[in-house]
């Protein structure tokens, strides 16, 4: 059955396209409503699915995009006004009982909380926010202040300004010019694409994090995020859950922005979504969920699943091998090259290529831990612990650890990156997030540590002048020093937790 289309017309006169699916039972239903920029035809087998579920399922593009009139102007009020609205009228039908479930993923997320959390309005019941990205700012720059340089020029050049989208505008304007992302200054890069993109410089105006976050925290609304510990965005969808003020639940698997794993055996990525949201949506309009928060994480090649507390943790204490590792102790982190190396962002360390260099001057610090004599399992924050120095006043720090089987094949397995400004030439801390790792790794598997002043294109160069990173013109080298006195990697090992069954515990 194709879902019918309407065209609902908000407030200010705009028309949404709006497509309904109604379940074959008789009425009425709870609701759920999905509004995306992404086209809400590529959501007719989700609509049918909650259908089968005895749910009235209906997606909407919202304002300026695809079917729906009026300009498309991302993260703007307009997504709360719009989204609004479309609760008041799903209300208002004969095929509705009253409640509604607002959901999304990335962007649509973003539209389901900006709804939920509209100051004075009658949101939705229940929220489902998968991978959510929370706003201008949040997707634009690191939580630490570094500028997301490569997943922002795609996005933009795929959506931003337009009514469709064209996934490989970006592709097809590196194959005409492979310089692109080196171009400066960085607000002027839209315009090597091959069409205007006036709302480009304006993304990196907007400074203002943590929003969506702190409102959440007012809220009484049951939460369901779901993310992944390879998405970009899951340190926002775990301080979303983290924050909010009504009955949270969190679901964090080994999985990208896609909500989709590698096939791995063991790995834990095989959760029927579909199925699960609507036994949590059942939950949470029957009043049935339990208060506070609750959040399991999947520990990938293990094929386990188990707890992550609402409160973040870091290790301290005495120090154990295998939680703390010591720069250059005996158990420690071997340091291979690089304790004083350049960050020069004319050759910055790239973000898309995991070899590390030999025989040329040193671009980062370099170290290796010994082979793991057993299986560690990993769950939870892990961080970085530096003492630094550099030449320049403001300073990038960009740790990435690979996990390298016994083979030598290289896999990501944290990363993290942070600004900061200190004296020059004087030592001063950093501490770095790595973000929130769920692995099982396997015996036999070293640690590589890298340490660097870039991680580019994924990451806007720091020009070591002063100048804002956005708006520079001019670049120059960085030196840098990693001493090993004070610096330590801290890993969450999950010791011998009791696994879990993700579906009830999320749906409890």
Do not use: K
């Not at 859950?241 to 063991?266: I, K, N």
């Not at 834990?268 to 009043?287: E, K, S």
């Not at 896999?411 to 993290?416: Q, R, V």
Request: net charge positive; with cysteine; hydrophobic share 40%.
């Amino acid at each position: 059955m194709t879902p019918a289309t309407t065209r609902l017309a908000t407030p200010d006169g705009t028309t949404l396209a709006t497509d309904l699916h109604l379940p074959a039972t008789p009425g009425p239903h709870p609701a759920v409503l999905i509004r995306t920029p992404y086209d809400r035809r590529a959501h007719r087998a989700e609509l049918r699915g909650w259908a089968e579920r005895g749910f009235a399922a209906v997606a909407q593009d919202v304002r300026g995009r695809h079917g729906s009139a009026g300009e498309w102007h991302p993260y703007r009020d307009h997504e709360a006004e719009d989204g609004v609205a479309t609760l008041d009228w799903i209300r208002a039908q004969p095929w509705s009982d009253g409640r509604v479930v607002a959901a999304g993923a990335s962007y649509a997320a973003y539209c389901a909380l900006a709804a939920a959390l509209c100051p004075g309005a009658r949101g939705p019941d229940a929220v489902i926010a998968a991978v959510p990205a929370l706003g201008l700012a949040e997707t634009a720059r690191e939580p630490t202040g570094p500028e997301r340089l490569w997943a922002r020029l795609g996005w933009w050049a795929a959506h931003g300004d337009r009514r469709d989208s064209a996934p490989d505008a970006l592709d097809r304007a590196l194959a005409r010019d492979p310089s692109l992302p080196t171009h400066l200054p960085l607000t002027r890069i839209a315009d090597r694409l091959d069409r205007q993109l006036p709302s480009w410089p304006a993304l990196w105006a907007d400074c203002r994090r943590g929003r969506l976050v702190a409102h959440g925290s007012a809220a009484r609304l049951p939460l369901l995020a779901v993310g992944g510990t390879r998405d970009p965005f899951a340190e926002d969808t775990v301080a979303l859950w983290r924050g909010w003020g009504g009955p949270a639940r969190l679901l964090l698997g080994p999985w990208g922005h896609t909500l989709t794993a590698e096939t791995r055996p063991g790995t834990p990525g095989r959760v029927d979504l579909g199925a699960l949201y609507a036994r949590w949506a059942r939950a949470a309009l029957d009043g049935e969920l339990g208060p506070g928060r609750r959040g399991v994480i999947g520990l990938a090649e293990s094929g386990r699943w188990h707890h992550l507390t609402d409160t973040p943790t870091r290790p301290e204490g005495p120090e154990v091998a295998g939680c703390v590792w010591q720069f250059g102790a005996a158990n420690g982190r071997c340091l291979l090259a690089g304790a004083e190396f350049t960050a020069d962002p004319d050759r910055p360390v790239r973000s898309d290529d995991l070899t590390v260099p030999r025989g040329a001057p040193a671009d980062r610090c370099l170290l290796a831990t010994p082979p793991l004599p057993r299986p560690l399992d990993l769950a939870g924050p892990a961080e970085a612990r530096l003492t630094v120095v550099a030449d320049t006043p403001r300073a990038d720090w960009a740790v990435r650890v690979v996990a390298l089987d016994p083979a030598g094949r290289a896999d990501p397995l944290a990363f993290g990156i942070v600004r900061r400004d200190a004296p020059p030439g004087t030592p001063h801390p950093v501490t770095v997030p790595l973000g929130t790792l769920g692995r099982t790794l396997a015996a036999g598997t070293r640690l590589r540590v890298e340490i660097a002043g870039h991680h580019f294109p994924a990451h806007a160069r720091n020009p070591h002048t002063g100048e804002d990173p956005v708006t520079a013109t001019r670049l120059a080298a960085s030196r840098r020093t990693v001493r090993s006195e004070g610096s330590a990697l801290h890993l969450p090992v999950a010791g011998r937790p009791r696994p879990v069954d993700p579906v009830p515990e999320t749906c409890r």
